[in-house]
């Protein structure tokens, strides 16, 4: 069975440039939310897309956005890149709002 | 505001002892805990979890301890194995949806 598929798995950006990043949850899961983790620090959440409506936002600027498709695949879109936004952006799934998650491979950011 | 934390950075074990990582919460509300397992290069992988109405669960070979007194948990692995050598983090799910707090993680290697 496929895990959590994320992509693409590195990328390079320029400050100010637009970035979006693709999740393909599990099948069967309906969930999907986004981390984005710093090196050298834990996942910090971002969001969580339930039946492709937000439940929930963590502390982040509105230049992070997201949605869900009906196929519960999603994307993180990040506007006006800087510096700090460069990180390991993680996706995670689940069956359920607050039921186990998988977590994908990540999608390496490095903004210059 | 909520957090959780970790004491040790850095753990160093011999194989075949056993491994323990300590964690420290500070949401007394918290009534659910993971325990997730980051190698480099991949995402987080779930380990174990429990609730608030547990004090212990056991898996295959590993352990987790929970006391709620001193809002303290812990991780022991039995038998440490180099392939369990990774980034540990301890991280708690109490929002109603799928936002799961991290901590700083401790990153255990294991002497052969």
């Known amino acids: 069975d496929a895990g959590v598929t994320q992509s693409p798995t590195h990328l390079i950006k320029t400050r100010g440039q637009q970035v979006t990043l693709r999740c393909s949850p599990i099948?069967?899961?309906?969930?999907v939310s986004w981390y984005q983790q710093v090196l050298g620090q834990g996942p910090q959440f971002i969001f969580q897309?339930?039946?492709?409506?937000?439940?929930g936002r963590g502390n982040f600027p509105d230049r992070f956005s997201a949605r869900q498709f009906p196929n519960y695949s999603s994307e993180l879109n990040v506007n006006a890149l800087l510096l700090g936004d460069s990180a390991l952006y993680l996706c995670?799934?689940?069956?359920?709002?607050?039921?186990?998650?998988?977590f994908g491979q990540g999608t390496r950011l490095t903004v210059v | 505001g909520e957090s959780v934390g970790l004491h040790l950075p850095t753990l160093s074990v011999q194989e075949g002892d056993n491994s323990i990582i300590n964690c420290a919460y500070s949401?007394?509300?918290?009534?659910?805990f993971i325990w997730y397992k980051q190698e480099s290069g991949k995402g987080p992988q779930f380990i174990i979890d429990?609730?608030?109405?547990?004090d212990k669960r056991q898996g295959q070979r590993v352990t987790v301890l929970l006391n709620k007194t001193v809002k303290h948990l812990s991780l022991q692995i039995a038998a440490t194995q180099p392939g369990d050598s990774a980034v540990y983090f301890c991280?708690?799910?109490?929002?109603?949806?799928?936002?799961?707090?991290f901590g700083i993680g401790t990153k255990l290697q294991v002497i052969p």
């Open positions: 995670a799934s689940s069956f359920g709002m607050n039921t186990e998650a998988f």
């Open positions: 099948s069967g899961h309906k969930s």
């Open positions: 897309y339930y039946e492709k409506e937000e439940r």
């Open positions: 949401n007394s509300a918290s009534d659910y």
């Open positions: 429990i609730r608030s109405n547990m």
């Open positions: 991280a708690e799910n109490s929002g109603g949806y799928q936002k799961v707090t």
